[in-house]
C-alpha cells in the first residue's frame, strides 16, 4: 500500500542565514510537518493547511515550482506501507510558531548544521541535505526577494 503526504519546509533567513523548522511529532521523532491531502486541495494547499494546523504559521511565501521528495516504509497493523512525502520550500518573517499539541508537541528553528544532528531519520536529513544545497545554488536571488 502507498501513501502521499505533503508538506512545506519554512524557512526564516536572519542575517544571511537560514533556520529551519524542525517540529517533535507525538511518536517521539523530529521531523518536518507534513499530512495527507484532503478533497479538493491541490498539493500545496495541503501543505500550506498541515503547516497552519500543525504549527500556525498562516503567512509563508511558497516556491511552487521547487520541491524535495523522500519516500520510506513502515509497518502498520502487519501491512507495510510505503509513504511518499513532497516538501514544497516556504519562507516567513518571523519565527512565530504555535503547535498543536495533537500531532506537534515541539519546535525548534535550527541552522542546518544543527538541524542536521536533531533530525531523527535518514530521509529527512537528506531533504535537508537537498533543500540546503538549493538555498547555497540561489542564495543571491532567494536573499535578495527576503529582504
Known sequence: MEEETFGIIPVF???????????????????????????????IQAGKRELFEEVGIKKCKVLNKIFFKESFSYKKQGSFITKNVKYFLGFVKNKNV???????????????????????????????????KFLKLNKTEIFKNEK
Open 98 to 132: 504555535k503547535i498543536d499539541g495533537r500531532e506537534v508537541v515541539d519546535f525548534e528553528w535550527l541552522t542546518f548544521r544543527d538541524a542536521l544532528k536533531r533530525i531523527t531519520f535518514s530521509q529527512a536529513k537528506n531533504v535537508l541535505k537537498e533543500v540546503n
Open 13 to 43: 533567513i536572519d542575517k544571511n542565514i537560514p533556520y529551519f523548522l524542525i517540529v517533535k511529532l507525538i511518536a517521539g521523532h523530529w521531523a518536518f510537518s507534513k499530512g495527507h491531502i484532503e478533497e479538493g486541495e491541490t498539493e
